[in-house]
């Protein structure tokens, strides 16, 4: 093989992994909104649940930062959560003058129990996979997930 066959075929190959991974993430997206339309929160709602499972509380702003929206959205968002119980704005202990979003119990379940559904999901898919290939994607994937942060 030539040079210039080599790139083109390695331009394609990038150009299939691109390719697979959008609509990879489409279905992905699409499967959890079929789930989430079982619960009473929505898309946004639950992104904004996940960051503060996983990052514990957060302010407005830092919530808005992860989720790439304006700050006054945001508040409108935790708005309806707070509503609805999920979630509770509270003092900073160390700051008065700041307020975090604090996840409550209900918001904490509802993540759990969709998130395990996804992976109910994800694990159907999987099952006619060999534990070799499934070990080997998960350690591809982190890899090209830590190299993208970076």
Not at 28 to 44: A, C, D, F, H, M
Request: net charge negative; hydrophobic share 35%; with cysteine.
């Amino acid at each position: 093989m030539t040079k210039q066959n080599e790139l083109v075929s390695e331009d394609q190959l990038v150009a299939d992994i691109e390719k697979s991974l959008r609509y990879i993430a489409t279905l992905v997206k699409q499967k959890g909104r079929e789930i989430l339309s079982n619960y009473t929160i929505t898309p946004p709602q639950f992104v904004a649940l996940q960051w503060l499972m996983e990052g514990g509380d957060m302010t407005i702003g830092e919530l808005s930062t992860k989720m790439y929206l304006a700050c006054s959205t945001t508040t409108d968002l935790v708005d309806r959560m707070e509503k609805n119980e999920l979630v509770q704005r509270v003092k900073d202990p160390n700051d008065r003058r700041v307020v975090r979003i604090h996840l409550l119990e209900e918001g904490a379940r509802i993540i759990e129990e969709v998130v395990h559904k996804r992976q109910e999901y994800l694990r159907n898919i999987l099952k006619n996979y060999s534990q070799d290939e499934i070990f080997m994607l998960e350690k591809c994937l982190a890899r090209l997930h830590l190299e993208m942060k970076e």
